[in-house]
């Protein structure tokens, strides 16, 4: 299928330590988003792009977390110095640009940090 | 973004139709109402969106309210692949891209 893949599908990784997440999107697809979801929570937004640049970064919690599109294709989610804390489900979504179309998400990547 | 109210959990038999409500009593002129569910273990998909008018597509209907101060998701005829959480979120057609979602309501399907 043609859908929203993100890699890996669950990464464990030590605290303190740097993870980099993967998002390719649906082949067309100008916007992307990125979003975090806690156990038991509905989706929380972190980021999104239009084309390579970020239009709206106000959901990343603080400055361990950074996100790059450079060809406005392919995204990459940045996770230094990881904490516990940062354990979730980390999904990547994407959309024709609409601003009332809807998004496709891919299955997320299960991040525990231990 | 407005809020919406939904319940945490509803539950409903095989085959036959499931009322999904949603409350938005804040909701502006320029909001639209979206569902979206989420299968255990997936990312969350698309169903239906409405702005004034009653919407049909293959997955359910949506239902809204004279005064879109409220909707109602309609699954015809659920089945066991329906069982899912539920989220009802309002998106302003001249605001953010990003969706809020709530907690949504857990859907059970009992066989």
């Known amino acids: 299928g043609a859908g929203v893949s993100q890699t890996p599908s669950n990464k464990v990784t030590e605290k303190g330590k740097y993870v980099e997440l993967r998002c390719d999107p649906i082949?067309?697809?100008?916007?992307l988003y990125w979003y975090r979801q806690s156990l038991g929570q509905g989706p929380e937004f972190l980021i999104y792009?239009?084309?390579?640049?970020?239009?709206?970064d106000s959901g990343l919690p603080n400055d361990r977390f950074f996100a790059v599109r450079p060809e406005g294709s392919v995204s990459t989610l940045k996770i230094q110095r990881t904490e516990r804390g940062d354990s979730a489900v980390y999904l990547c979504?994407?959309?024709?640009?609409?601003?009332?179309?809807?998004?496709?998400f891919g299955d997320g990547t299960r991040l525990s940090i231990l | 973004d407005a809020k919406t109210t939904q319940p945490n959990s509803m539950e409903s038999n095989e085959e036959e139709p499931v009322h999904l409500p949603c409350n938005h009593s804040?909701?502006?002129?320029?909001?639209?109402i979206h569902w979206y569910r989420q299968l255990p273990s997936q990312g969350p998909e698309y169903v239906i969106h409405?702005?004034?008018s009653n919407v049909n597509n293959r997955m359910a209907s949506l239902a809204i309210a004279e005064d879109r101060k409220s909707s109602t998701l309609i699954l015809h005829r659920a089945t066991l692949r329906d069982a899912a959480v539920y989220y009802c979120i309002l998106r302003d057609q001249g605001g953010s891209e990003k969706l809020v979602f709530g907690k949504g309501t857990k859907l059970t399907v009992n066989p």
């Open positions: 082949s067309g697809h100008t916007a």
């Open positions: 979504a994407s959309s024709q640009s609409s601003q009332v179309g809807p998004q496709h």
């Open positions: 409405g702005l004034t």
């Open positions: 792009f239009q084309g390579t640049g970020a239009a709206d």
């Open positions: 804040t909701i502006s002129g320029t909001d639209y």
